[in-house]
């Protein structure tokens, strides 16, 4: 099946800020912990970015490998090497966060050591991760197409149509706290509207699977914003292609106040 390898290469790179968000937030995270308990310039601080990184590496990889299988339908060459492009790019980034924040501990050659170790436990992940995605695989499990994509794919024959809600990237904890609760309302007003009663089980299961990961996020005091911004504009737009753009108007509009239009 021929594919869009631009929009492919683009949705994945815009993934790495996110990424890179992530990774700061859990290391300033693990190092305030650290200093309040004293132990900031320590071997503990140098295990605990290792498996930071060992994390937010695998996370991150694992999500790109589900969204570009169901985006190509499959694992040929060209998306094998987007994949593979997206997972280098992720490595570079991790690492030089890591080394430059565990030479600031000043441990000398401890550091160097460890750092050895990071780099060559990424590397191990990546080409496992890669291996397993040109056979078809994510860990143990065979890669399985999404219900979303193929209610998608029946719509409008644009697999790439997704994510393309109008919502900015300027998120407000704020507006969020203050619009959380009505957002949860909003999605469940959808999934007993009458626009909502028309489709089909298969719509409505791909609706509704999606919905149940922006609520997941939304009940949260603190949300991972990047995966609050990414399924809720999945379900924006998964709403508009089947035809209900009444219903989830307020959604759209919710989402905004958050991220910014």
């Known amino acids: 099946m021929a594919f869009d390898t631009s929009y492919l290469g683009r949705s994945l790179d815009n993934r790495l800020p996110d990424v890179y968000e992530t990774l700061v937030r859990e290391i300033n995270s693990v190092q305030a912990k650290h200093a309040a308990a004293g132990r900031l310039q320590s071997g503990a601080t140098l295990t605990a970015f290792e498996e930071i990184a060992a994390s937010q590496f695998k996370s991150a990889v694992a999500d790109a490998s589900k969204f570009t299988f169901e985006f190509t339908a499959g694992h040929e060459p060209e998306a094998q090497a987007c994949l593979k492009n997206f997972a280098n790019r992720v490595q570079q980034m991790i690492m030089a966060e890591i080394s430059e924040n565990a030479d600031r501990l000043n441990l000398g050659a401890v550091t160097a050591t460890q750092i ?6 990424l590397e191990r992940f ?6 397993d995605f040109s056979h078809g695989m994510q860990g143990s499990e065979r890669l399985r197409r999404d219900p979303l994509v193929s209610v998608i794919t029946n719509q409008t024959n644009s697999p790439g149509s997704i994510q393309q809600v109008g919502i900015g990237d300027s998120f ?3 507006a969020f706290t203050q619009n959380h609760n009505e957002l949860v309302a909003a999605i469940d007003r959808v999934l007993i509207s009458q626009e909502f009663s028309r489709l089909s089980p298969e719509q409505k299961e791909a609706f509704s699977d999606t919905a149940a990961v922006v ?7 603190e949300p991972d914003v990047g995966k609050l911004k990414r399924w809720g504009s999945r379900l924006v737009d998964l709403g508009k292609e089947l035809g209900m753009k009444v219903a989830t108007a307020e959604i759209v509009h919710l989402l905004a106040k ?3 239009a």
């Open 116 to 121: 050895e170790k990071v780099r060559a436990k």
């Open 126 to 131: 990546k080409e496992q991760a890669l291996s």
């Open 172 to 174: 407000s904890q704020t």
């Open 215 to 221: 609520k997941e996020e939304a009940i949260k005091a």
């Open 258 to 260: 958050m991220f910014g």
